[in-house]
């Protein structure tokens, strides 16, 4: 999975903008705001961990990929387990969905093709660590 023109800050809305209060309700909890409206509109369907990366104003260090291969490694490996744990309880041979995945399909808000995807519980993780939040 190659992340790495997510690099670019384009579509990030200034930390604490007017814009981005606007949009998501106020400057302290623009990830957060960001996955629970991706969570409403797009049940079950995961959430991109560069939308919510976008909407915090693309913080320098705390991109998806930065975050997945650093910090939350020993995270998504547990989180991983414990999803296939769950899935096999149910009788399913193969976990039912992936813990991360790349988003293919075509640009449409708010998602992009390439972004991280995640499990809405990993998410909500990351989306503390963006606002930062104790997760």
Known sequence: MDLSAHGSSSGCLPYGSAAAGRR??????????SLNQQA???PGRGIS?????????????????TWS???????IA?????QANLDRARGLSA??????WEWEADDGDPWRTGD?????????IYA??????PS
Do not use: N, Q
Request: net charge negative; glycine share 14%.
């Open 78 to 82: 547990g989180f991983t387990d414990y």
């Open 116 to 124: 991280l995807m995640a499990r809405e519980g990993l998410a909500r």
């Open 69 to 75: 291969t650093g910090p939350a490694l020993g995270l």
């Open 49 to 65: 961990l560069h939308s919510l990366w976008r909407a915090a104003g693309c913080p320098a260090g705390k991109d998806p990929l």
């Open 95 to 100: 976990p039912d969905t992936l813990t991360l």
């Open 24 to 33: 998501f309700g106020g400057p302290r909890v623009l990830a957060e705001a």
């Open 40 to 42: 409403e509109i797009f």
């Open 128 to 133: 503390s660590f963006l606002d930062g939040e």
